[in-house]
């Protein structure tokens, strides 16, 4: 696996583990619908939240999460109306990311809580 994926790998891990610390209930990982994926899918109470997770090992060029484009969030929103359907789920929904930065000093964590809207 390339260096980047074991990074991002890494970077998905330490965001399941921080947000199921705040009380979140993770229920599915990497959830892959044609060419769209999720990288986390977890219940905060009774909302359901989409979760991208931007991991990197510095800042120089910017934070993580301006790294999720318009484009990106067109995938996130079209797959998770395809998750919305598969499990039938009325009820509120959220789109969240987390910033992940890993470097030589530690881990830096950035949850930004509807991060962007359908």
């Not at 947000?19 to 229920?27: D, P, R, Y």
């Not at 899918?41 to 910017?62: H, M, P, Q, S």
């Not at 509120?92 to 992940?100: G, K, M, P, T, Y």
Request: aromatic fraction near 12%; glycine fraction near 6%.
């Amino acid at each position: 696996m390339a260096e980047h994926n074991l990074l991002g790998k890494k970077g998905e891990e330490i965001a399941q583990q921080f947000i199921a610390s705040k009380g979140f209930k993770v229920i599915c990982t990497n959830w892959q619908f044609q060419h769209k994926e999720i990288d986390i899918i977890a219940y905060d109470k009774e909302i359901l939240v989409f979760v991208e997770v931007k991991t990197r090992t510095e800042n120089y060029w910017g934070n993580p999460e301006e790294f999720v484009s318009r484009k990106k969030q067109r995938l996130l929103i079209s797959a998770a109306e395809s998750y919305i359907d598969s499990i039938s789920f009325v009820g509120e929904s959220r789109f969240d990311v987390i910033s992940v930065i890993i470097d030589k000093d530690g881990t830096q964590i950035e949850h930004i809580i509807e991060a962007f809207y359908p």
